[in-house]
T-cell receptor
């Protein structure tokens, strides 16, 4: 399957600052990537679908101006959490759509803590 | 919401025993997938079963799908301590986006 990396693996930031999380597909050209958020002991919730060269598609209830997604190349998508608040503290995971369009391969996740 | 419910929420067994997890969902699907997540890590794809399939095997894993009941089960045979993780089912309703909706997950603990 596809190998996906995320950077950073964890980050602590102060309230009001912005944080950028990178998702890289290391061995696969990913037209489509997904961003998820996972709160402790909960399931993954899809935030948005990132499409290379076009605007991301956000799920209902996800603020697109707060969670900026850029998918500028076939190997890199970035998620920027703008003006972060403590309630944005979560585990953010990206995935790459592969396997003929059905299987998703996930990055290791980024733990964001906003103080 | 399409989000699936998984049962049980938590399961503790001894090494060598079998572990069965169940997943129910609400609407018609294109396929259903099972993933494993070790604590604080990303997800690992285990197996995909299409809506026209009823059973699938992969090593010690056996997945069944009953579309009439909108449910699936994951059986791990001869469990090992390394199987300790959370297991999630995820449904794909099809279409161009292939978006996944994850179930609530089962936390499996395998003890020696």
């Amino acid at each position: 399957g596809a190998v996906v990396s995320q950077h950073p693996s964890w980050v602590i930031c102060k309230s009001g600052t912005s944080v950028k999380i990178e998702c890289r597909s290391l061995d696969f050209q990913a037209t489509t990537m997904f961003w998820y958020r996972q709160f402790p002991k909960q399931s993954l919730m899809l935030m948005a679908t990132s499409n290379e060269g076009s605007k991301a598609t956000y799920e209902q209830g996800v603020e697109k101006d707060k969670f900026l997604i850029n998918h500028a190349s076939l190997t890199l998508s970035t998620l920027t959490v703008t003006s972060a608040h403590p309630e944005d503290s979560s585990f953010y995971i990206c995935s790459v759509l592969a396997g003929g369009g059905y299987e998703q391969y996930f990055g290791p996740g980024t733990r964001l803590t906003v103080t | 919401s399409q989000q699936g419910e998984e049962d049980p929420q938590a399961l503790s067994i001894q090494e060598g025993e079998n572990a069965t997890m169940n997943c129910s969902y609400k609407t018609s699907i294109n396929n259903l997938q099972w993933y494993r997540q070790n604590s604080g890590r990303g997800l690992v794809h285990l197996i995909l079963i299409r809506s026209n399939e009823r059973e699938k095997h992969s090593g010690r894993l056996r997945v069944t799908l009953d579309t009439s009941k909108k449910s699936s089960s994951l059986l791990i045979t001869a469990s090992r301590a390394a199987d300790t993780a959370s297991y999630f089912c995820a449904t794909d309703v099809g279409g161009t986006a292939s978006k996944l909706t994850f179930g609530t997950g089962t936390r499996l603990q395998v003890t020696l």
